[in-house]
């Protein structure tokens, strides 16, 4: 067997070696995601289960209106609560299974450039004479691509960063504005 043959067959082992991590780790991140995601709902399918049984109790032990108004303001906050509690828990999930993911696609690019590059370079020491220049465009253009991707990641990232704030700061408003509104309502009561 040839040189290049044997170099070939290296090269093409490498690459499904790099591709089957690349699927496990993304199987990975799915998987722990998906496991976070349950476990989240199952804790707060307690939770739910267990506050229901306070309210109940609560409800039973009502005696008049103004009590009964301030407890449904009571219930009404604490709904609001769980319910932005469990918003920021899944957008944190999924954000950093995001993350991960998009980690993951960098990597691959950064890996695919890599090997372009010095594929290029040995194709360039057994090349006729004449050839550098292509070569050398070539070389540009896998540089100036890796360079956009780059930036584009920097832009999706700071895309993500603003969301993320936005996220979180709707969510303390929603949370401020409900329990304003019931207040009034209780005081109009």
Do not use: C, W
């Not at 591709?19 to 780790?25: C, K």
């Not at 109940?56 to 609560?81: C, M, N, W, Y």
């Not at 993500?160 to 969510?171: E, L, R, Y």
């Amino acid at each position: 067997m040839s040189q290049i043959q044997q170099q070939a067959q290296q090269q093409f082992a490498d690459f499904a070696t790099e591709n089957v991590e690349t699927a496990l780790r993304f199987a990975r991140i799915g998987l722990d995601s998906t496991e976070r995601l349950v476990k989240l709902q199952l804790e707060t399918a307690k939770t739910v289960l267990e506050e229901n049984a306070k309210t109940t109790k609560a409800l039973a032990g009502v005696k008049d209106v103004q009590e009964a108004l301030a407890l449904r303001q009571k219930l009404a906050e604490a709904a609001v609560d769980q319910g932005s509690i469990y918003s920021r828990h899944v957008y944190e999930i999924t954000s950093q299974a995001q993350a991960e993911l998009s980690q993951l696609f960098e990597e691959g690019i950064t890996s695919f450039n890599k090997s372009v590059v010095a594929g290029l370079d040995r194709f360039v020491k057994s090349a006729p004479a004449g050839t550098d220049v292509a070569v050398a465009a070539v070389k540009s253009t896998v540089q100036a691509t890796a360079a956009a991707v780059d930036s584009l990641t920097k832009a999706a990232k700071q895309v993500a960063d603003f969301a993320d704030a936005s996220v979180k700061a709707a969510t303390t408003a929603t949370t401020d504005a409900v329990k304003a509104a019931a207040k009034k309502s209780a005081a109009a009561a």
